[in-house]
Nanobody
Framework: QVQLVESGGGLVQAGGSLRLSCAAS????????MGWHRQAPGKQRELVAV???????TYADSVKGRFTISRDVAKNTIYLQMNTLKPEDTAVYYC????????????WGQGTQVTVSS
Protein backbone atom coordinates (compact mmCIF):
# COMPACT_ATOMS: atom_id res chain seq x y z
CA GLN A 1 0.00 0.00 0.00
CA VAL A 2 1.05 3.57 -0.66
CA GLN A 3 1.67 5.77 2.37
CA LEU A 4 1.86 9.54 2.48
CA VAL A 5 3.87 11.15 5.27
CA GLU A 6 2.83 14.73 5.97
CA SER A 7 4.59 17.31 8.09
CA GLY A 8 4.77 21.04 8.68
CA GLY A 9 1.38 21.84 10.15
CA GLY A 10 1.03 23.92 13.26
CA LEU A 11 -0.20 27.11 14.84
CA VAL A 12 0.64 30.50 13.41
CA GLN A 13 -0.64 34.05 13.67
CA ALA A 14 -2.37 35.76 10.79
CA GLY A 15 0.15 37.01 8.28
CA GLY A 16 2.61 34.25 9.08
CA SER A 17 3.87 31.37 6.98
CA LEU A 18 4.03 27.60 7.08
CA ARG A 19 5.50 25.00 4.76
CA LEU A 20 3.83 21.62 4.41
CA SER A 21 5.61 18.56 3.09
CA CYS A 22 4.23 15.28 1.82
CA ALA A 23 6.41 12.32 0.93
CA ALA A 24 5.02 9.26 -0.81
CA SER A 25 6.45 5.80 -0.42
CA UNK A 26 7.31 4.00 -3.62
CA UNK A 27 3.99 3.45 -5.31
CA UNK A 28 2.61 0.42 -7.07
CA UNK A 29 1.14 2.75 -9.69
CA UNK A 30 2.59 5.54 -11.76
CA UNK A 31 1.96 8.90 -10.10
CA UNK A 32 0.16 11.37 -12.30
CA UNK A 33 -0.34 14.15 -9.79
CA MET A 34 0.04 15.09 -6.15
CA GLY A 35 -1.71 17.81 -4.25
CA TRP A 36 -3.48 19.13 -1.21
CA HIS A 37 -7.07 19.36 -0.10
CA ARG A 38 -8.30 20.95 3.10
CA GLN A 39 -11.35 20.71 5.29
CA ALA A 40 -12.34 23.43 7.72
CA PRO A 41 -14.75 22.80 10.60
CA GLY A 42 -18.29 22.55 9.32
CA LYS A 43 -17.22 22.88 5.70
CA GLN A 44 -16.79 20.56 2.75
CA ARG A 45 -13.35 19.39 1.74
CA GLU A 46 -11.92 21.53 -1.04
CA LEU A 47 -8.98 21.37 -3.37
CA VAL A 48 -6.16 23.72 -2.43
CA ALA A 49 -3.46 23.01 -4.99
CA VAL A 50 -2.32 20.24 -7.28
CA UNK A 51 0.80 19.65 -9.34
CA UNK A 52 1.07 17.11 -12.13
CA UNK A 53 4.06 14.97 -12.94
CA UNK A 54 4.62 17.35 -15.84
CA UNK A 55 4.81 20.32 -13.50
CA UNK A 56 1.55 22.10 -14.25
CA UNK A 57 -0.20 23.59 -11.24
CA THR A 58 -3.73 24.46 -10.22
CA TYR A 59 -4.80 26.55 -7.23
CA ALA A 60 -8.01 27.39 -5.51
CA ASP A 61 -8.93 31.03 -6.10
CA SER A 62 -8.79 31.69 -2.37
CA VAL A 63 -5.07 30.85 -2.15
CA LYS A 64 -3.74 32.17 -5.45
CA GLY A 65 -0.86 34.54 -4.90
CA ARG A 66 -0.30 33.30 -1.35
CA PHE A 67 0.34 29.56 -1.65
CA THR A 68 2.88 27.83 -3.86
CA ILE A 69 3.00 24.11 -4.57
CA SER A 70 6.25 22.52 -5.68
CA ARG A 71 7.68 19.07 -6.17
CA ASP A 72 10.79 16.95 -5.91
CA VAL A 73 10.13 14.15 -8.35
CA ALA A 74 13.16 12.10 -7.31
CA LYS A 75 11.92 12.05 -3.71
CA ASN A 76 8.23 11.66 -4.55
CA THR A 77 7.67 14.69 -2.37
CA ILE A 78 5.57 17.82 -2.69
CA TYR A 79 5.60 21.03 -0.70
CA LEU A 80 3.04 23.68 -0.02
CA GLN A 81 4.50 27.04 0.92
CA MET A 82 1.75 29.03 2.60
CA ASN A 83 2.35 32.75 3.03
CA THR A 84 0.21 35.58 4.34
CA LEU A 85 -1.93 33.08 6.19
CA LYS A 86 -5.44 34.09 7.18
CA PRO A 87 -7.75 32.70 9.87
CA GLU A 88 -9.94 31.29 7.10
CA ASP A 89 -7.02 29.06 6.09
CA THR A 90 -7.52 27.12 9.31
CA ALA A 91 -8.26 23.53 8.34
CA VAL A 92 -6.97 20.01 8.24
CA TYR A 93 -4.81 19.71 5.15
CA TYR A 94 -4.74 16.36 3.36
CA CYS A 95 -2.09 15.28 0.91
CA UNK A 96 -3.12 13.03 -1.96
CA UNK A 97 -1.66 11.28 -4.94
CA UNK A 98 -3.35 9.85 -8.00
CA UNK A 99 -2.36 7.69 -10.90
CA UNK A 100 -2.06 8.80 -14.47
CA UNK A 101 -5.56 9.55 -15.76
CA UNK A 102 -7.87 7.84 -16.46
CA UNK A 103 -6.58 5.50 -13.74
CA UNK A 104 -8.73 5.66 -10.59
CA UNK A 105 -5.76 4.81 -8.35
CA UNK A 106 -5.54 7.27 -5.47
CA UNK A 107 -4.17 7.55 -1.94
CA TRP A 108 -4.63 10.05 0.89
CA GLY A 109 -2.55 11.16 3.81
CA GLN A 110 -3.81 11.27 7.38
CA GLY A 111 -4.08 15.04 7.44
CA THR A 112 -2.16 17.76 9.24
CA GLN A 113 -3.75 20.57 11.22
CA VAL A 114 -3.10 24.17 10.27
CA THR A 115 -4.46 26.76 12.68
CA VAL A 116 -4.19 30.48 12.00
CA SER A 117 -5.05 32.79 14.87
CA SER A 118 -6.31 36.33 14.49
Amino acid sequence: QVQLVESGGGLVQAGGSLRLSCAASRSTFAIGAMGWHRQAPGKQRELVAVITIGGSTTYADSVKGRFTISRDVAKNTIYLQMNTLKPEDTAVYYCYIRGVLPSPAMAWGQGTQVTVSS
